[in-house]
């Protein structure tokens, strides 16, 4: 079966920094690339970053550049999204979903399969 699980989520004030996890298991990790996604309520899911752990090359929304990097951990079939600078407008749902490709596909809702439960991250002012 194959499981996401994500972690990391919960309340930091404007410029902090979270880091958040997606625990993998169910296929062979280095296969598929993994995405970061996020939504606010009544909001489309947007596309946040993507990482291929074959060759850990990597991909960013044009808005999380510079703030947000991604890492793979193949020992621990676990994906990180470290998150720094935070602003108010990034509180959201953040969700790690698999690609149904090894490399990052970009951020098309239909290029991923699985998703997990996701995260909740709050940014006050």
């Known amino acids: 079966e194959v499981r996401l699980v994500e972690s990391g989520g919960g309340l930091v004030q404007a410029g902090g920094s979270l880091r958040l996890a997606c625990a993998t298991s169910?296929?062979?990790?280095?296969?598929?690339?993994i995405g970061w996604f996020r939504q606010v309520p009544g909001k489309e899911r947007e596309g946040v970053s993507c990482?291929?752990?074959?060759?850990?090359?990597?991909g960013y929304a044009d808005s999380m550049k510079g703030r947000f990097t991604i890492s793979a951990n193949s020992a621990e079939n676990t994906v990180y999204l470290q998150m720094n600078s935070l602003k108010p407008e990034d509180t959201a749902v953040y969700y790690c979903?698999?690609?149904?490709?090894?490399?990052?596909?970009?951020?098309?809702?239909?290029?991923?399969?699985?998703w997990g439960q996701g995260t909740e991250v709050t940014v006050s002012s």
């Open positions: 169910g296929f062979t990790f280095d296969d598929w690339a």
């Open positions: 990482i291929s752990p074959a060759d850990n090359s990597t």
């Open positions: 979903t698999r690609a149904r490709h090894y490399s990052c596909p970009g951020f098309g809702l239909f290029k991923y399969d699985y």
